[in-house]
């Protein structure tokens, strides 16, 4: 196997009031990620709990605090009585007007963050907490953010893209009403394009896809969540962010004659529902917010689609942000939950 998971494990003494000053041990654990090197630390206690801890908010207790802070549908662009007034058409190379699905709703970002972006409006309500959007509606979702990307790519090129989710302002959010957002040229971000390069020399040099080796390697191991269809789940090794689960898509089952994704194709409800199944994890812990992104190559067979999900600080009035210094300046990683702890229990919601 020529995949390595690469550890080291210091340890951090001082003499804790909360010990009666007596010398206490800390392990920080450092990992590196096999396929890019990025680097990770496990250390005690870094994430912010919610607020009143995870039995609050099972408990629905701050169900009306949130719906409070997240506001009605006054001044929402997305929601149906201003989004045809409000939110930008496409141009006519990538057809016009704004497309439809379900309750899903796509237009070009006001605020573009590349070359091709679009807004994805998941729902018609204003909000709806994470675990109510259901698997159809992300299903809907990601659709139209694939014939986005199909459209841009028909017309325009572009080698790179991504679908992306922020949900609830502790994770970048800006607008409360559950929306996607694409992105689609020919840079990539810089993780992406990293992830491309190093794809591709790992299949020159063991002759094999790496996500196909990985998995071969997780599923017999206690990183491995599981599968939905034709997407397995792993808690990766060297963490993005807390709780941390990789949706790896079958390259096999993607649909499309031309690499991408199809909007139709059965492995998207494979994906929505393994979603579903995450989130559902997460609120289960009392979150409330999360990040995520599905990358695309199209056009390199060595490159694999991948959905990364992390969860976010709890969205509250006076919520703590999870990315520090660490994260901002120094493009590391810090979660308090090993992978190999948590992944077992995400399995009970992602099948
Ligand atoms: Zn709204």
Redo the contacts with the bound molecule.
Sequence with gaps: MPIEFERSVDEARLKSPLEAFETVTETVEHRWDPLTDRKARIVPDVFPDPEGGAETHSKGETGAALDALVGD?EG?F??PDSIETATPEYPDTVGGGRTMRGEATAFPNLFPYAKHANVVVLTEE??RPMTDLGPERLADGLACGLEYVRSVRDHEGSRLASINMNFLRSSGGSV??PHMQVIADDHGTDRQARILRREREYDDEHDSRYWSDLLEHERSGDRYVGRTGGVEWVAPFAPLGQFHVAGVLDPDAIGGDDGVLSPDAELLDDLAVGIDGVLEYYADRGLNAFNFGLRFAPDDPASTPVLDIVARAPFEAYYVNDAFYAQTVHREGVVDVAPEVYASAVAEHVE
């Design positions: 549908s929402c997305f929601c204003h909000f409360f009403h």
